[in-house]
Structure formats: C-alpha cells, structure tokens
C-alpha cells in the first residue's frame, strides 16, 4: 500500500454562502466515512486562510520569522487528506469522490519509498 496526499486547491477569496458551506460540511463528512469504512483513510484536516501563515527561514544569522503566506497566491492549499492504497488509480477515484464533495480540484501526490 502506498500513501497518498489528497490536497483541496482552494480559490483565493473563495467563499461559501451558509446554505452551500453546509452541504459541502455533509457531503465531505460522507466521503470520509467512506473512507473510513473501506479502512484507506489515515487523515485528514482543514487548513486555515493563507494570512495566518508563518513563514520560518534558516539562514546565516539564525531563524527568521515573517508573517503571511511565502508567495502571492491564486489558489491554496485549503486542506488535506492523507490515504493508504493499492495504487494512483484507487487513490485518483477517492479524489474524484473529495472533488465532487467539495467543488475543488483536489492534487494527488504519492508519498515517497525510502526502503526499509
């Protein structure tokens, strides 16, 4: 089995009317029960807007801290799931099943073998 990053691409300024926002909540909490029931789901969180970010940098006079995402954005990370499956195929249909729930593109990423 192989893990998988499912990451919802999130509109910049993208905003959901109360109604909308609680039928996306629904049908992303059905996903993830499927998920769970199939056993491929190993996590999952939302992300908060990218203004609350921190930046963290090592360089030759020590650490720095800025506020706010690294780069100008269009789009985002707006949250991710992680799952555990077979192969991309299995994991591009879950990410079809998050991408109807949520309206958004959704990125799959496998995570890499190191051995062992």
């Known amino acids: 089995m192989t893990q998988y990053l499912l990451s919802n691409i999130t509109p910049a300024g993208r905003t959901l009317d109360p109604e909308r926002l609680q039928h996306v909540i ?35 006079q020590g650490i720095a801290l800025a506020d706010g995402p690294f780069a100008e954005l269009k789009e985002y990370i707006g949250g991710i799931t992680v799952i555990d499956v077979p192969d991309l195929d299995t994991a591009t249909e879950w990410a079809g099943r998050v991408a109807q729930a949520t309206g958004l593109a959704i990125e799959v990423r496998p995570a890499p073998s190191f051995g062992g």
């Open 26 to 60: 629904a049908e992303v909490t059905e996903v993830t029960r499927q998920m769970q029931s199939a056993g491929v789901w190993v996590f999952a969180m939302p992300l908060a807007d990218p203004s609350t970010a921190t930046v963290v940098t090592a360089g030759e």
